[in-house]
């Protein structure tokens, strides 16, 4: 199995960036996407970005042309680029990782799919 740890999140006023960065460890091998997703208080999960094994990356609509998602695989990590970060962006965002194209679709099986534990990212003035 595999885990993931995110880093990177904290306070910053509107306007500001940050960078998240998540860490995979463990059997690595066989993923076929990662993304972020993020979590309000009272609201849904919802997808941010995605990249796939082979490069592709989606972003959410409310994201484009702020926030880049980059793998390194050399270091077995994957970073969200946040620039131009506004209140609404404030929530937990999770790293994901999945063997198959199961979560951009509602479904994260465990052993196949998994969640870091998250990074809290507060944008306030």
């Known amino acids: 199995q595999f885990q993931l740890v995110e880093s990177g999140g904290g306070l910053v006023q509107p306007g500001g960036s940050l960078r998240l960065s998540c860490a995979a460890s463990?059997?690595?091998?066989?993923?076929?996407?990662m993304g972020w997703y993020r979590q309000a208080p009272g609201r849904q999960r919802e997808l941010v970005a995605t990249i796939t094994s082979g490069g592709t990356t989606e972003y959410a609509h409310f994201v484009k042309g702020r926030f880049s998602i980059a793998n390194n695989i050399k270091e077995n990590t994957m970073d969200l680029q946040m620039n131009k970060l506004q209140p609404e962006d404030t929530a937990v965002y999770y790293c994901?990782?999945?063997?198959?194209?199961?979560?951009?679709?509602?479904?994260?099986?465990?052993?196949?799919?998994?969640w870091g534990q998250g990074t809290q990212v507060t944008v306030s003035s």
């Open positions: 463990g059997t690595i091998s066989g993923i076929a996407a």
């Open positions: 994901n990782a999945d063997r198959t194209m199961g979560t951009v679709r509602g479904v994260c099986i465990p052993g196949i799919c998994s």
